[in-house]
């Protein structure tokens, strides 16, 4: 039999939020890894695991998670955890990759599975969808993602401000990801494009510290690193007013 890597979207924090899908493939692997920064401290994606997989069955495996900087540092630490969950599939056959959020959307996994198929070609490879951040906090929030036509982007402000100031030039809902340390700058271009009103930011969604605020209240100061933003789209015409033509009247 060949070796087989899945990754598995854990959601952003709440054990509720994963998926029937998700804990099968948890529990039926022989070990499950959760990536760690290098201090060793409990991440969110383990500590989510450990309400449905014996601590034993979890492997650490260090990323340098915290690195944005030191190029070779991190590299060295994406080549070092290759080789580790190599040597744990050769010896098992199979690993499943916790991941928060959703292992397709900015995961840690993504760069893994390259690793991983590098060093061992023919390695399967699968995803298990996980909740995302934006799904989390727009049900928290009572935010409303998309309606009819309106498209949605989504965008990581570690990418730069003026990403975000050209999404929110844009039509539809913008959500911003990873803007903790530079909440000072989002705020501004929020206020900038007039979008500030109706926009929400969360953090440690499901968490004892979640907080879940106005984003008329970001502070200047930095916010943890993954806080989460959406901005709706400008929604005018009442009911169903994004519809349309063609979708107006579709029971769907």
Do not use: C
């Amino acid at each position: 039999m060949g070796m087989r890597l899945t990754g598995v979207g854990v959601g952003p924090g709440d054990p509720e939020l994963v998926t029937v899908k998700g804990v099968n493939a948890l529990r039926a692997a022989a070990v499950v890894v959760v990536p760690v920064m290098d201090t060793g401290e409990l991440g969110r994606a383990e500590a989510t695991v450990r309400h449905y997989v014996p601590e034993q069955r979890v492997v650490r495996v260090v990323f340098a998670l915290n690195e944005r900087t030191d190029r070779a540092r991190r590299e060295a630490a994406w080549d070092a955890a290759g080789t580790r969950v190599a040597e744990l599939l050769r010896e098992h056959g199979e690993v499943a990759f916790a991941t928060i959020g959703d292992p397709n959307v900015y995961s840690t996994f993504t760069y893994l599975a390259q690793t991983v198929g590098a060093l061992l070609p023919g390695t399967a490879v699968a995803t298990v969808p996980g909740i995302t951040a934006m799904q989390d906090l727009a049900a928290r929030s009572g935010a409303v993602l998309t309606e009819g036509t309106e498209p949605l982007t989504l965008v990581p402000v570690t990418a730069g401000s003026e990403v975000l100031a050209r999404a929110l030039a844009g039509p539809g809902t913008v959500v911003a990801y990873k803007f903790g340390r530079r909440a000072g700058e989002v705020a501004a271009a929020l206020h900038a494009a007039g979008r500030t009103e109706g926009a929400v930011w969360g953090s440690a969604l499901g968490l004892p510290d979640e907080s879940i605020r106005p984003a008329a209240e970001l502070l200047d100061g930095p916010l943890p690193y993954l806080s989460t933003l959406i901005a709706p789209a400008r929604r005018e015409g009442g009911r169903g007013g994004k519809l349309g033509p063609e979708t107006k009247g579709d029971p769907r």
